[in-house]
Antibody, heavy 122, light 113 residues
Framework: EVQLVESGGGLVQPGWSLRLSCTASGFIFGDYAMSWVRHVPGKGLEWVSFIRAKAYGGETHYATSVKDRFIISRDDSKSIAYLQMNSLTTEDTAVYYC?????????????WGQGALVTVSS | DIVITQSPDSLTVSLGERATINCKSSQNILASSRNKNYLAWYQRKPGQPPKLLMYWGSTRESGVPDRFSGSGSGTDFTLTISSVQAEDVAVYYCQQYYVNAITFGQGTRLEIK
């Protein structure tokens, strides 16, 4: 059974940093691209970032709203994806979901974790 | 970025009725060489993560009831629920994955009359 479990969420002040982890199981982690998607309470879904499988170059991409502040990475030996979030603002307050890309041909998200709440507030 | 616009923002239907949700992309998201539309649909219920319903525009994810169907091509897409059930109350999102800058629609809330 595929499982994605996020950890590392919490309450931080504006300008602080936080690192989310996504521990995966039930599939060959290294074969899949992984992504982070966030849901702002009362609003919609926003894609944040993805990282390709190493077999497809391992490149990373970011939404404009987080580019140059967030860094996605992966440790295939541990089946963990990370999201390092720097210079956080109140607009980054959201539930952050770890997701798996369903195909190397196109990144729809077939599995989602339960989410990690990140609250940025002074 | 590709802008995805859903309509309506909310929809109220009676049990057993058909529900139709539209999704319009600001750019073509059909890859002609593969004949695939790079569009997915998700269902999000309160307190739960989103659930994948459809991908490639019209391919139903395993385990999704066949009352859900996806159609459309290019820039205009539709999610249809042929006979709405009580458990279908949720917010529905479409997503394009044609370009690296993935984008979602704003969501459509489905309620029962």
């Amino acid at each position: 059974e595929v499982q994605l479990v996020e950890s590392g969420g919490g309450l931080v002040q504006p300008g602080w940093s936080l690192r989310l982890s996504c521990t995966a199981s039930g599939f060959i982690f290294g074969d899949y691209a992984m992504s982070w998607v966030r849901h702002v309470p009362g609003k919609g879904l926003e894609w944040v970032s993805f990282i390709r499988a190493k077999a497809y170059g391992g490149e990373t991409h970011y939404a404009t709203s987080v580019k140059d502040r967030f860094i996605i990475s992966r440790d295939d030996s541990k089946s963990i994806a990370y999201l390092q979030m720097n210079s956080l603002t109140t607009e980054d307050t959201a539930v952050y979901y770890c997701t798996r890309a369903g195909s190397y041909l196109g990144y729809y998200f077939d599995y989602w974790g339960q989410g990690a709440l990140v609250t940025v507030s002074s | 970025d590709i802008v995805i616009t859903q309509s309506p923002d909310s929809l109220t239907v009676s049990l057993g009725e058909r529900a139709t949700i539209n999704c319009k992309s600001s750019q073509n998201i059909l890859a002609s060489s593969r004949n695939k539309n790079y569009l997915a649909w998700y269902q999000r219920k309160p307190g739960q993560p989103p659930k994948l319903l459809m991908y490639w525009g019209s391919t139903r994810e395993s385990g999704v009831p066949d009352r859900f169907s996806g159609s459309g091509s290019g820039t205009d897409f539709t999610l249809t629920i042929s006979s709405v059930q009580a458990e279908d109350v949720a917010v529905y999102y479409c997503q394009q994955y044609y370009v690296n800058a993935i984008t979602f629609g704003q969501g459509t809330r489905l309620e029962i009359k």
